[in-house]
């Protein structure tokens, strides 16, 4: 059986599409920026071991071959292929949620970082391999997840300077006043990065907070093209689409109750247009209630009404229209009007092939039947 389609919020429908494509695109990118980690690994690990053989080929390993490619080359890989085991799992889990996975996959790229940099530090450019980790957060727009990056990449770095002496060669960072302005230089370069990446994420909020209104926009003025403004129903446009997915289910029993408001003339010719509103209102919110879990809600236009129900038995498409008149007589009676208005059902099955218009006959037909003898129910049999 199919819901009906009543009216919703279309800002908050909107909102949960876009939402959604944001979550969907945010696992996309985390599974690239696992990719991207497990290439600097792998890039990382063939380099050292490449380094190895030639600096060993021309003699310059001052220590034991073996010492040197536990150091340099094993210890950082070792560590490195950890990191990213555990990164696999996490990412795999099923009982962790996305935005966790996220967290500690950009975690462990700023320690995958800070392993590469204690290891060859040496090198005084390599300080930059720490603004790796805030560009892969920042698609996720989370100024949060970027400040906890960069204060974890900005501390691993003073920590690896003043603690952790991996290779002897590395001058002290303090030993002098060019090496000292290195520093601080560094240190400020990586903060200045870390602003320019809250930049960024701001420019990436606005735009989707602009694809927000955009898409709240077009799904209410998609709802009010398909919305009867009075009743709150669906109108003549959304009948058409209905019966256009209608016929692509030829397998399924569909059924059209056409529904007419008796005497309702004489209710706007006795109590005025205004009061024919309210009783109007009154049966559209009693067919949204009536048919939330079994059809599809119309007005036809003025007094008449339809529901298209799918995959419901005659004996339960009855029992609703019964429930209906019922609900129609209750809405009645908070209304400052007449209470003996009815409503006169016709019902007719749709047949596999035919056009919608002649479904609709055969519905007015047994409507015209119902309404000679006014609140009744008619199913339309063929003679």
Known sequence: MQECKDVKDPRLSGAEAIQDEYRRLDGTWLKMQCQVLFWIVIFAAVMETVMFFILRGVGAIQTSSVYYALKYVTAPCGANFLLLA????????????????????????????????????????????????????????????????????????????FCLKWDTDRANVLQ???TTVDFWLSIVI?????????????????KNNVSLKLEWERRRLQAEAVTDSLTGIGNRQALRRAFNEMEQRPKTLHTLAMIDVDNFKLLNDTWGHACGDTY?????????AECAQSGEAFRFGGDEFCILFHGLAPCRTEEICQNLQRRFCEEQAALNGPRDTTLSIGIADYRFGE????????????????????????????K
């Open 176 to 178: 002098d006043q060019l």
């Open 190 to 206: 990586l903060c200045t990065f870390y602003v320019i990446c809250l930049a960024l994420i701001q420019v990436e909020r606005e």
């Open 280 to 288: 109007l209102t009154a049966l559209g919110t009693a067919m949204r």
């Open 355 to 382: 056009q919608p218009f002649e479904l609709l006959q055969r519905a007015d037909k047994a409507l015209y039947r119902a309404k000679q003898e006014k609140n009744h129910i008619i199913f339309y049999k063929v």
């Open 86 to 161: 555990v990164m696999s799992w996490i990412r795999r889990s099923t009982r962790r949620s996305e935005q966790k996975k996220i967290w500690t996959v950009s975690i462990i790229a700023a320690l995958i970082c800070f392993v590469l940099y204690t290891v060859h530090s040496v090198f005084p450019a390599l300080y930059l391999i720490f603004t790796l980790p805030m560009i892969l957060t920042i698609v996720y727009a989370d100024r949060r997840l970027t400040s906890v990056v960069a204060v974890i990449c900005i501390v691993g770095k003073i920590l690896s300077d």
